[in-house]
């Protein structure tokens, strides 16, 4: 196709078909009891009914959504790109020099500072790139610097993955994970597709899966409790992608299916289409009917129709595959049990794949608003006894290195989508895909790399039990410190923001505008003498990053969902 509708389907989804299957329904008997409100009709809806029912000839119609259309439209798209487990940050986005104990031990453990065996060596130092000090986690991803600010001083709850992860989804607000969700909250993907989801056919896709993770009763977890997917209007909806296989019967699912409740509400719709267009509240359902239409008016002039053989062509780009290192293996799903629970699934291919399926789905103007999540349940999740950083002859082995998952989850398949991004063009604006885009690249907290000893050896217990759990004790555990980074055409690029203490471990408050509190230590972290924090500076979380996700769209956070926390800013070019 050579102009772009506001939704419109790939060449590579449709087909030559016979049209004459599309014939009419009589209108007139869908008008009664129609439940569902005009305002709430999708893109989905429209073009299932068009395919079905075909579409009726209003020139009127078609220019007043056009006009109603143009005058609403800009294109955004978001990203979340989420390293489940908890990635270790201090060798990330938030690093810290400090010695190696593994090799040289201090008289008190509790000082001790636990790094990867290869530690101090050429590629596993902490450097500094541009404008942006990163550890060695981050050395694969140096050429992105240019686009992306980096949120150094970062702090989270530090417990629980699933709650970590819940306020990663949902902000900061007083809730609980078994709460059931109420209709004002939203994750930050349904606020962003309540607000910019409207043309699209799939416009709010994620492959976290909730229920994957092995800390959650899933008797428990039914209805609206955890992570809620239907909050908000339909088109803010979560839509489980999954493997390539299912995401391709979905959409030949949604092309052959309308149910009878919308398809009486469309043609109520289109039976009182004029007033429809002058009432200010439907004017997303009147988005959305313009871009059905103008899929279907292509389709029909072209002859094309979608069908199975053609969906299943979706994904197979023998260069794209090629380009994003996609393997037969990272197409399936993997199985981890948890805890000693059942094993768990999310469902979901690896990134890599996840990240071309995001592209295509982008290029084919499907969907907006996408969760990218690492597919292996805690794979970061990288716990490891003190006792362990040894092995029996007491020949160092080291803390855990996290440095070829983060290739292989994160830059590697990044690149490859950043790099198709800035090569294929909008819309024949001139300007690219990445030019609309904001990626969030996070994790739902870090990980220590330190443990203290003290309340055990106050235990009134023999020497020998005292020695036991302190070499058990975890020094590579949930952390509460963490970092986050932002990257796209609208953030402040080679920038960071934030820093942690080389001595306190800890972040170092912002100001508003993004620099350090001056009453700590840049370096090491601690309260100057004689001084208290600034009345203005704070430590971000979760909550900032997802007000900063909507800010950097050119969305008011306020009034999207419940979250408390303001939006950083400084993160945002011109910002």
């Given at each position: 196709m050579s102009k772009s509708p506001s939704c419109q389907l790939d060449s590579e989804i449709i087909s030559a078909a016979d049209t004459s299957e599309m014939g009419s329904v009589p209108r007139r008997s869908f008008l009664r009891g129609a439940g569902l409100a005009a305002a709430g009709l999708t893109c989905t809806d429209f073009l299932s009914h068009f395919l079905n029912c075909g579409m009726p000839n209003d020139a009127r119609a078609g220019e007043l959504a056009s006009g109603a259309d143009k005058a609403a439209d800009?294109?955004?798209?978001?990203?979340?790109?989420?390293?489940?487990?908890?990635?270790?940050?201090?060798?990330?986005?938030?690093?810290?020099?400090?010695?190696?104990?593994?090799?040289?031990?201090?008289?008190?453990?509790?000082?001790?500072?636990?790094?990867?065996?290869?530690?101090?060596?050429?590629?596993?130092?902490?450097?500094?790139?541009?404008?942006?000090?990163?550890?060695?986690l981050a050395t694969d991803g140096q050429d992105l610097f240019k686009d992306m600010a980096v949120l150094s001083s970062m702090q989270t709850i530090g417990t629980g993955h699933s709650g970590e992860r819940?306020?990663?989804?949902m902000g900061t607000y007083?809730?609980?994970n078994t709460d059931e969700r109420q209709e004002d909250e939203r994750s930050v993907m349904q606020a962003f597709?309540?607000?910019?989801?409207?043309?699209?056919?799939?416009?709010?896709?994620?492959?976290?899966w909730w229920l994957?993770?092995?800390?959650?009763?899933?008797?428990?977890?039914?209805?609206?409790?955890?992570?809620?997917?239907?909050?908000?209007?339909?088109?803010?909806h979560t839509i489980y992608a999954g493997t390539p296989a299912r995401l391709k019967k979905f959409l030949l699912r949604t092309q052959e299916h309308s149910g009878s409740e919308i398809g009486r509400t469309v043609e109520s719709f289109l039976d009182n289409a004029h007033n429809e267009f002058l009432d200010d509240t439907n004017i997303h359902a009147v988005?959305?009917?313009?871009?059905?239409?103008?899929?279907?008016?292509?389709?029909?002039?072209?002859?094309?129709?979608?069908?199975?053989a053609t969906l299943l062509k979706l994904f197979t780009d023998p260069a794209l595959r090629e380009e994003f290192k996609v393997k037969p293996a990272d197409e399936l799903i993997t199985y981890r049990s948890v805890n000693g629970n059942k094993a768990r699934s999310k469902f979901a291919p690896n990134t890599n794949v996840q990240a071309m399926m995001t592209y295509e789905l982008m290029r084919a103007g499907l969907s907006c608003a996408f969760f990218i999540e690492s597919r292996d349940v805690r794979r970061f999740d990288s716990h490891y006894s003190r006792d362990r950083l040894w092995d029996k002859e007491l020949k160092p082995i080291g803390m855990p290195d996290q440095t070829q998952m983060m290739?292989?989850?994160?830059?590697?398949?990044?690149?490859?989508?950043?790099?198709?991004?800035?090569?294929?063009?909008?819309?024949?604006?001139?300007?690219?895909?990445?030019?609309?885009?904001?990626?969030?690249?996070?994790?739902?907290?870090?990980?220590?790399?330190?443990?203290?000893?003290?309340?055990?050896?106050?235990?009134?217990?023999?020497?020998?039990?005292?020695?036991?759990?302190?070499?058990?004790?975890?020094?590579?555990?949930?952390?509460?410190?963490?970092?986050?980074?932002f990257l796209g055409a609208k953030v402040k690029g080679d920038s960071q923001f934030g820093a942690v203490g080389e001595k306190t471990l800890m972040p170092i408050p912002l100001l508003p505008d993004g620099s350090l509190d001056p009453n700590y230590d840049p370096i090491t972290g601690e309260l100057k003498r004689d001084r208290q924090k600034h009345p203005q500076s704070s430590i971000p979380n979760h909550g900032d990053v997802y007000s900063t996700a909507l800010y950097l769209n050119n969305i008011n956070p306020k009034g999207h969902g419940r979250n408390e926390r303001g939006p950083m800013t400084f993160i945002k070019r011109n910002g």
């Open positions: 800009d294109p955004r798209f978001l990203v979340y790109w989420f390293l489940e487990g908890g990635w270790a940050g201090y060798d990330m986005f938030n690093p810290v020099v400090t010695g190696n104990n593994v090799i040289q031990r201090l008289d008190d453990i509790s000082d001790e500072r636990y790094r990867v065996l290869k530690w101090g060596e050429e590629n596993y130092q902490i450097k500094k790139h541009g404008n942006i000090r990163h550890g060695f819940l306020h990663a989804h007083k809730f609980r597709a309540e607000v910019c989801g409207q043309p699209y056919l799939l416009p709010n896709l994620s492959w976290h994957s993770d092995g800390e959650l009763n899933e008797v428990q977890y039914t209805g609206r409790r955890g992570y809620y997917h239907a909050l908000g209007p339909r088109h803010a988005k959305s009917y313009h871009a059905a239409r103008s899929i279907y008016l292509e389709l029909q002039q072209q002859g094309f129709r979608l069908d199975r290739r292989e989850d994160l830059w590697t398949p990044l690149h490859a989508f950043v790099n198709r991004l800035k090569s294929t063009e909008y819309r024949d604006t001139g300007s690219s895909f990445f030019d609309h885009t904001n990626i969030v690249l996070t994790s739902e907290f870090g990980r220590s790399l330190h443990g203290n000893v003290d309340s055990i050896l106050k235990k009134e217990i023999d020497e020998l039990m005292k020695e036991s759990e302190i070499g058990g004790q975890d020094i590579c555990a949930h952390w509460n410190v963490s970092s986050c980074a």
